[in-house]
Nanobody
């Protein structure tokens, strides 16, 4: 089982930026899909961004043009660059991986990925 540890969360003002990191151990070799989902208090989990092993990316409409997902297989790491942050982005952010061969809608399925970390809190103030 892959262990995932997120970092990089924090508190920023609206318009600011944060870069989330996720380190996988022992590695990402067995994963097909990797992504980030978030959960705000009182709300359901929401897929934010996903990347597959071919490098194909998908983003939630609410973050398109502001967030960038990337990975570094050599470092067993996944990243989420978040720019122009808004108060609506406030949530706990979780890194997640899945070994499925193919998912029709990986972004929608992201909150049900078979492996995820403990999360990192992102708070955006107006």
């Amino acid at each position: 089982r892959v262990q995932l540890v997120e970092s990089g969360g924090g508190s920023v003002q609206a318009g600011g930026s944060l870069r989330l990191s996720c380190h996988a151990s022992p590695n990402l070799d067995s994963t097909t899909y990797m992504g980030w989902f978030r959960q705000a208090p009182g709300k359901e989990r929401e897929g934010v961004a996903v990347i597959d092993d071919d490098g194909i990316r998908n983003y939630a409409e609410s973050v398109k043009g502001r967030f960038i997902i990337s990975k570094d297989n050599a470092k067993s790491a996944l990243y989420l660059e978040m720019n122009s942050l808004q108060p609506g982005d406030t949530a706990m952010y979780y890194c997640a991986t899945d070994r499925s061969n193919w998912l029709r809608d990986p972004l929608a399925y992201l909150p049900r990925f078979d492996n995820w970390g403990q999360g990192t809190q992102v708070t955006v103030s107006s």
